[in-house]
């Protein structure tokens, strides 16, 4: 239901990529998912299965620390909006649903023209949304803030959320003092 929902919900030129380890829990969730597969054999050209080297999957033993990793920001699929040439990733979860029938759409939300914006959230007064059911990034930015924190000797620890890494990184590099600013929403935008 998850992945159709987010089918239904996104441009249809852009795909839906899933990332799993081929082993374990990942693995039998595909194995044991019939209504999944009818979905990747109707839609092959927009459902992609990306299985996840040994070698990330051992070094970064839990999975908020997956997506902190630069390969995978390297390995994502991108949909392009044609209007500004961003690399725009939609991450999403099975915790949360895109509502057909609300007046705003993706479209919508790419005219912004941000590097991040999450669902509405009070955190930071709302700065950013919250990033852990559904964010809109740019590819460029997520990789640029792992560099920036690797350049410090910082990086991800793996103790916060992915999203408050990103969203927390973005926000020093802008205060930062450095020529490039990234473009975060601000509360309004995230309702």
């Not at 441009?11 to 081929?22: K, L, R």
């Not at 299965?49 to 991108?78: A, G, R």
């Not at 040439?85 to 941000?114: E, K, M, P, Y």
């Not at 990789?143 to 350049?151: M, N």
Request: positive net charge.
């Amino acid at each position: 239901m998850m992945i159709q929902n987010i089918l239904f919900s996104i441009p249809v030129d852009w795909g839906i990529q899933i990332f799993y380890t081929g082993k374990g829990q990942s693995q039998f969730g595909l194995d044991i998912s019939p209504g999944l597969t009818r979905l990747i054999d109707t839609y092959p050209n927009r459902i992609i299965l990306t299985k996840i080297p040994p070698d990330i999957t051992k070094s970064n033993q839990k999975p908020k620390q997956l997506w902190t990793t630069e390969w995978m920001w390297e390995n994502m699929l991108l949909s392009t909006n044609s209007t500004d040439n961003n690399q725009n990733v939609l991450l999403f979860t099975g915790n949360g649903a895109i509502c057909s029938n609300s007046h705003t759409t993706i479209n919508d939300i790419l005219d912004l023209r941000l590097d991040y914006i999450g669902i509405p959230s009070n955190r930071n007064k709302g700065f950013g949304g919250d990033g852990s059911t559904h964010s809109l990034r740019n590819r460029d930015a997520m990789l640029d803030a792992i560099r920036y924190q690797k350049r410090a000797g910082k990086g991800h620890d793996g103790q916060e959320r992915d999203d408050i890494f990103f969203l927390r990184t973005l926000m020093e590099m802008n205060k930062s003092g450095q020529d490039k600013k990234y473009r975060i929403a601000i509360k309004e935008q995230t309702n």
